[in-house]
């Protein structure tokens, strides 16, 4: 549809580009401005009526209506007028005027009168950037059934959108929105946010189209690859021998074994080029050595900003820090990014830039180790290809327990013993340092007890610049790890046996999960301890219960709106008003199946 430049200026002050998204504003309360000759009990309705009389008090004002549609009389009460109001109320002017008129034994009283301009409509109030009028009179403008259906939005889902803005009398009894209402603004929601999706996602032609059999590969593995990494790789195999440049996300739990899907892939890819980006030099250098012993017929480099400039072009697989960002690059026809969550979008697509030879690009492979709801997933699909890796290699050990204060000493025995046992134990504190609207201990509190009753204590955080070296003592010669939940996502700590996360309800469970995963990565039995000041929660006793990464996601969206968590922690990061990802599943198959993605 067209829009004037002042229309379209509206649009960008809602934020909003399109008038489904305008639907979807919706308004918040309505004023009936029709004129009834009946009075609506704890209903504000509209008098056509002429002042009889005016009384200024010190703090308020009465005025004396003649209701001419009621036949009767009713008494208004202005509280704290402001000066206009004064204007507004003259004796044996007749106007309209608004409010929820109150009878008692024959006596009316309206309190609040507002004056009205025109009567006969019901009039929808909003609250958004734009003033409710003007708000108003754009939605009659471009809110029609005609400029909807152009969007492909279906007559019925357009019927119950378009009841919301202009409703009728039926619609107005109704106390709740009925099923079909909100079934239609969940659609809409959806429609609009995945063809916007879909909108943006750019298809260009491909450096390479060839992937090579990764069976001699995998004969060659000390194990065997589990289903999960086998369809991952075969998903990838197949954006390979496309002409289209592949995006695709491949999403595993910690410890689903994602680094052989990443070697898999550059294997594929060979005689081509590969680059792998990751987020850390710990995490760049583990890569490093892990390809060295997969792929031991490639020429593998490594770039941090700790490795001398070299000619790149030699290598097949380069493999680095952002500081591949600042390096010339060889072109490359496949690209990949570990822990992509801990990039600027901006990053990956610099890298993506890099490599790429005009209009041709990159496959370009994205690994993320946090697990999202199947119904996230779906959505997402819409711009770009997800593969799930939803079991890990071995099923890890760890036992997972809600700790109180009066557990404490028999914590202490605990972790003497495990590191009598040459193994680790990371505390994870909820600030680093104290605070008085707290009930928990910060690090700078609770440092000086361990440091004086163990040894091999390291201490880290966010914001330490150290903490990389700090980490890599620690998994040499550490006992005891004290640090924030920002420690370090991918790193392997073989000897990690034990975490005890303290305040453990403050956080998300994906955050609990992500820390819990750092335990056992090897096999040996973990634990993890949820010490916490609540004598009860049921949202830490399920988890305890719930190993894999998507069941955690899902369990995360059942008490997404249980007090459990603190404000100001992101829990689902959900964009949208009406859609809840528990419960809209078939919603999002049906949009995807209409708009034909
Ligand atoms: P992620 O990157 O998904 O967190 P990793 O790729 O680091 O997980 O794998 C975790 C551990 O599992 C590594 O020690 C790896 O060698 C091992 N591993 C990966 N795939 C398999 C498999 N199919 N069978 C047994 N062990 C595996
Ligand atoms: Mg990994």
């Given at each position: 549809?067209h829009?004037t430049?002042?229309?379209?200026?509206?649009?960008?002050?809602l934020?909003?580009?399109?008038?489904i998204?305008?639907?979807?504003?919706?308004?918040?309360?309505y004023?009936?401005?029709?004129i009834?000759?009946?009075?609506?009990?704890?209903?504000?309705?509209?008098?056509?009526a002429t002042?009889?009389?005016?009384?200024?008090?010190?703090?308020?004002?009465?005025i004396?209506?003649?209701?001419h549609?009621?036949?009767?009389?009713?008494?208004g009460v202005?509280?704290?007028?402001?000066?206009?109001?004064l204007?507004?109320?003259?004796?044996?002017?007749?106007?309209?005027?608004?409010?929820?008129?109150?009878?008692?034994?024959?006596?009316?009283?309206?309190?609040m009168?507002?004056k009205?301009s025109k009567a006969?409509?019901?009039?929808?109030?909003?609250?958004t950037?734009?003033r409710s009028?003007?708000m108003?009179?754009?939605v009659q403008?471009?809110?029609t059934r005609?400029?909807?259906?152009?969007?492909?939005?279906?007559?019925?889902v357009?019927?119950?959108?378009?009841?919301?803005?202009f409703?009728n009398?039926?619609?107005?009894?109704?106390?709740e929105?009925?099923?079909?209402?909100?079934?239609?603004?969940?659609?809409?929601?959806?429609?609009?946010?995945m063809?916007m999706l879909?909108?943006?996602r750019?298809?260009?032609?491909?450096?390479?189209s060839?992937?090579?059999?990764?069976?001699?590969?995998?004969?060659?593995?000390?194990?065997?690859?589990?289903?999960?990494q086998?369809?991952?790789?075969?998903?990838?195999?197949?954006?390979?021998?496309?002409d289209?440049?592949a995006?695709?996300?491949?999403v595993?739990?910690?410890?689903?074994?994602?680094t052989?899907v990443?070697l898999?892939?550059?294997?594929?890819?060979?005689?081509?080029?590969?680059?792998?980006?990751a987020p850390?030099?710990?995490?760049?250098n583990?890569?490093?050595e892990?390809?060295?012993?997969?792929?031991?017929?490639?020429?593998?480099?490594?770039?941090?900003?700790?490795?001398k400039?070299?000619?790149?072009?030699?290598y097949?697989?380069?493999?680095?820090t952002?500081a591949?960002?600042?390096?010339?690059l060889?072109?490359?026809?496949?690209?990949?990014?570990?822990?992509?969550?801990?990039?600027?979008?901006a990053?990956?697509?610099m890298l993506?830039?890099?490599?790429?030879q005009q209009?041709?690009?990159?496959?370009?492979?994205?690994?993320?180790?946090?697990p999202?709801?199947?119904?996230?997933a779906?959505?997402?699909s819409?711009?770009i290809?997800?593969?799930?890796?939803?079991t890990?290699?071995?099923?890890?050990?760890?036992?997972?327990?809600v700790?109180?204060?009066n557990?404490?000493?028999?914590?202490?025995?605990?972790v003497k013993?495990e590191?009598?046992?040459n193994?680790?134990?990371?505390?994870?504190y909820?600030?680093?340092?104290?605070?008085e609207a707290?009930?928990?201990?910060?690090?700078?509190?609770a440092?000086?007890?361990w440091?004086?009753?163990?040894?091999?204590?390291?201490?880290?955080h966010?914001?330490?610049k150290?903490?990389?070296?700090?980490?890599?003592d620690?998994?040499e010669?550490?006992?005891?790890?004290?640090?924030t939940?920002?420690?370090?996502?991918?790193?392997s700590?073989?000897?990690?046996?034990?975490?005890?996360?303290?305040?453990?309800?403050?956080?998300g469970?994906?955050t609990?999960?992500?820390?819990?995963?750092?335990?056992?990565?090897?096999?040996?039995k973990?634990?993890?301890?949820l010490y916490?000041?609540?004598?009860?929660?049921?949202r830490?006793d399920?988890?305890?219960?719930?190993?894999s990464?998507?069941?955690?996601?899902?369990?995360?969206?059942?008490?997404?709106?249980?007090?459990?968590?603190?404000?100001?922690?992101?829990?689902?990061?959900s964009q949208?008003?009406w859609?809840d990802?528990?419960?809209?599943e078939?919603?999002v198959?049906?949009?995807?199946?209409?708009?034909?993605?």
């Amino acid at each position: 549809m067209h829009l004037t430049k002042e229309q379209e200026a509206k649009f960008k002050k809602l934020g909003i580009s399109s008038v489904i998204e305008l639907a979807l504003q919706v308004p918040h309360s309505y004023e009936d401005y029709r004129i009834h000759e009946k009075l609506l009990p704890q209903k504000a309705q509209l008098i056509d009526a002429t002042i009889e009389s005016v009384y200024k008090a010190p703090n308020s004002i009465q005025i004396t209506f003649f209701a001419h549609n009621l036949g009767h009389t009713v008494q208004g009460v202005l509280f704290r007028p402001k000066p206009y109001m004064l204007h507004q109320f003259q004796v044996g002017a007749r106007d309209y005027y608004y409010g929820i008129i109150d009878c008692k034994q024959g006596h009316c009283s309206m309190s609040m009168p507002k004056k009205v301009s025109k009567a006969g409509a019901i009039v929808p109030k909003y609250k958004t950037a734009l003033r409710s009028d003007v708000m108003q009179r754009l939605v009659q403008n471009c809110l029609t059934r005609e400029n909807l259906l152009v969007e492909k939005l279906s007559e019925d889902v357009v019927a119950e959108l378009l009841k919301l803005h202009f409703p009728n009398d039926e619609f107005l009894q109704g106390k709740e929105m009925s099923e079909k209402t909100l079934w239609a603004l969940k659609y809409a929601e959806l429609f609009s946010y995945m063809k916007m999706l879909a909108g943006k996602r750019r298809y260009f032609k491909a450096l390479s189209s060839q992937a090579k059999e990764y069976a001699p590969w995998s004969r060659t593995l000390p194990f065997t690859l589990t289903d999960a990494q086998i369809k991952a790789i075969e998903d990838i195999r197949q954006d390979m021998h496309k002409d289209v440049a592949a995006k695709r996300m491949v999403v595993g739990d910690v410890g689903s074994g994602k680094t052989m899907v990443i070697l898999a892939a550059a294997y594929m890819n060979m005689p081509n080029r590969s680059v792998l980006m990751a987020p850390t030099t710990i995490l760049a250098n583990q890569l490093f050595e892990e390809a060295h012993k997969y792929l031991p017929r490639a020429k593998i480099a490594l770039v941090t900003n700790k490795t001398k400039k070299t000619d790149l072009s030699q290598y097949d697989f380069i493999i680095g820090t952002h500081a591949l960002l600042y390096r010339e690059l060889p072109q490359a026809s496949l690209i990949m990014v570990d822990e992509q969550h801990r990039f600027g979008t901006a990053q990956r697509n610099m890298l993506e830039k890099l490599v790429a030879q005009q209009e041709l690009k990159p496959h370009f492979i994205q690994f993320s180790a946090t697990p999202i709801p199947r119904t996230q997933a779906m959505i997402e699909s819409a711009h770009i290809d997800v593969s799930l890796i939803t079991t890990t290699p071995f099923s890890k050990d760890i036992d997972s327990k809600v700790i109180h204060k009066n557990d404490f000493k028999s914590l202490l025995l605990h972790v003497k013993a495990e590191i009598a046992k040459n193994n680790q134990v990371l505390l994870v504190y909820p600030l680093v340092e104290q605070s008085e609207a707290f009930d928990y201990q910060s690090i700078d509190e609770a440092r000086g007890y361990w440091e004086k009753n163990f040894g091999n204590v390291y201490v880290t955080h966010g914001k330490d610049k150290d903490k990389e070296r700090v980490l890599l003592d620690f998994r040499e010669y550490g006992d005891i790890l004290i640090a924030t939940t920002v420690v370090e996502v991918g790193i392997s700590l073989p000897r990690l046996s034990t975490v005890v996360i303290v305040g453990a309800e403050r956080l998300g469970l994906s955050t609990l999960h992500q820390l819990r995963g750092r335990v056992s990565r090897t096999g040996l039995k973990g634990y993890c301890y949820l010490y916490t000041n609540k004598s009860k929660s049921e949202r830490l006793d399920e988890f305890i219960y719930t190993k894999s990464g998507f069941d955690i996601a899902n369990l995360d969206l059942k008490f997404r709106k249980s007090g459990d968590l603190l404000k100001g922690i992101s829990q689902s990061g959900s964009q949208f008003k009406w859609v809840d990802f528990a419960e809209d599943e078939n919603i999002v198959k049906e949009v995807k199946k209409d708009l034909g993605i």
